[in-house]
């Protein structure tokens, strides 16, 4: 009897915001995680009971029954752990989850390799849906591309085939969409703080901004003053953060890159 894609014995090193959201919807989806590692015992521990499986943070205690091996550690750490816990393991199909770092980092180490790269922003205590997110995958066999494809289809509905390069990008384009995005969001929160206002008065903005993209393309969307740059408002504005020069700064050049591609047509 064929045996279902759920059967396959999981281990996930790394305990951090994305591996336990891939972990708990893996599980929730019946497959079977087997161990977990963080390098700290607490990490391991809570995300080992969430899913029902084992854990250690020891390095030479990693399980070598496994058959995918999951990898979701800071890039650095990846790097310069990834001969440590691969030892002994090389039959085994590895994948990391990392936007940034090549396929090719597992060459010369162990024979099945690949990448599973969800691209989205995770949070521990946060829920998401997988079947939203696209999930991102590069095997170094035609067989094994086929098998994470498998897996990734059991959780989302946007399974994307890519390369390295290509996945560079799309790390690169990501910062620019959540990180740098949040980051507006962090400084929009401390001028409302200034004057008592809630941040919250700016979420049916952030939503509407948001929801326009998905209709839009995203130069159709632009708004506000850089558009036509409207020189009295932007000075204004400009003068405003003077006792803040770093965002004055940063006002500054963005409105000049939104007001550039606009003439530009981009």
Not at 14 to 37: D, E, M, S
Not at 100 to 122: A, D, H, L
Not at 201 to 212: G, N, Q
Request: glycine residues 4%; aromatic residues 10%; hydrophobic residues 40%.
């Amino acid at each position: 009897m064929k045996r279902s894609i759920e059967d396959t014995s999981v281990v996930f090193i790394g305990a951090g915001n994305l591996a336990t959201n891939l972990a708990k919807a893996l599980y929730h989806r019946g497959f079977r995680i087997v161990q977990i590692y963080s390098r700290t015992k607490e990490s391991a521990q809570n995300l080992a009971q969430m899913v029902e499986a084992e854990y250690t943070d020891e390095l030479p205690a990693i399980t070598e029954d496994a058959q995918l091996y999951i990898v979701s550690l800071k890039d650095t750490a990846l790097v310069q752990l990834l001969p440590e816990f691969t030892s002994g393991k090389s039959d085994a199909l590895w994948v990391h989850t990392s936007g940034s770092i090549p396929m090719n980092v597992w060459k010369g180490r162990v024979e099945r390799y690949g990448v599973f790269y969800p691209m989205q922003t995770f949070s521990k205590l946060r829920e998401v849906d997988f079947k939203e997110i696209p999930i991102f995958i590069e095997s170094h066999s035609e067989e094994d591309t086929l098998f994470l494809r498998d897996i990734a289809l059991v959780l989302s509905e946007r399974v994307y085939e890519v390369n390295s390069e290509q996945r560079k990008n799309l790390h690169l384009a990501a910062v620019f969409v959540c990180n740098f995005t949040n980051h507006m969001y962090v400084l929009a929160a401390e001028l409302l703080r200034k004057y008592r206002l809630p941040f919250e008065v700016m979420l049916p903005l952030i939503d509407e901004t948001a929801r326009k993209v998905h209709k839009l393309e995203p130069c159709d969307a632009q708004t506000g003053p850089a558009v036509r740059y409207d020189e009295n408002i932007i000075d204004s504005h400009l003068q405003m953060l003077a006792d803040e020069p770093e965002m004055q700064e940063l006002y500054r050049l963005i409105s000049k890159s939104i007001h550039r591609q606009v003439e530009a047509g981009i």
